[in-house]
Nanobody, 127 residues
Framework: QVQLVESGGGLVKTGSSLTLSCQASGRTSDIYALAWFRQAPGKERDFVAA????????DYADSVNYRFTIFRDNAKNTAYLDMNNLAPEDTARYFC????????????????????WGQGTQVTASS
């Protein structure tokens, strides 16, 4: 089991930057990948970015590529999402999730590929 706690969300102006954190605990040695998803009111939970815990390979949604960066500090069991040039369309609750090792056919941008989820942190960008 892995526990995930997100932090760093807030209310910002369009064009501002934020860095979100995801602190993991528990069976962190068995994490295969960690991802950020987001969900706006009345909409589905959508993929944002993912990172392989071991080798650091990353994937991004087209909507955030070049603006957002995912990275991790394995020694601290923490992953981050650097968000730049935020727009109202980025307003959502942001969740981190982990996929544990041992599962076949990993598809990085699907909700059902992940085993444990955090409670989320709210990001609001307004003009």
């Amino acid at each position: 089991q892995v526990q995930l706690v997100e932090s760093g969300g807030g209310l910002v102006k369009t064009g501002s930057s934020l860095t979100l954190s995801c602190q993991a605990s528990g069976r962190t040695s068995d994490i295969y990948a960690l991802a950020w998803f987001r969900q706006a009111p009345g909409k589905e939970r959508d993929f944002v970015a993912a990172i392989r815990w071991g080798n650091g390979f990353t994937d991004y949604a087209d909507s955030v590529n070049y603006r957002f960066t995912i990275f991790r500090d394995n020694a601290k069991n923490t992953a981050y999402l650097d968000m730049n040039n935020l727009a109202p369309e980025d307003t959502a609750r942001y969740f981190c999730a982990v996929r544990m090792s041992g599962r076949p056919r990993y598809v990085f941008n699907r909700n059902d590929q992940y085993d444990y989820w955090g409670q989320g942190t709210q990001v609001t960008a307004s003009s």
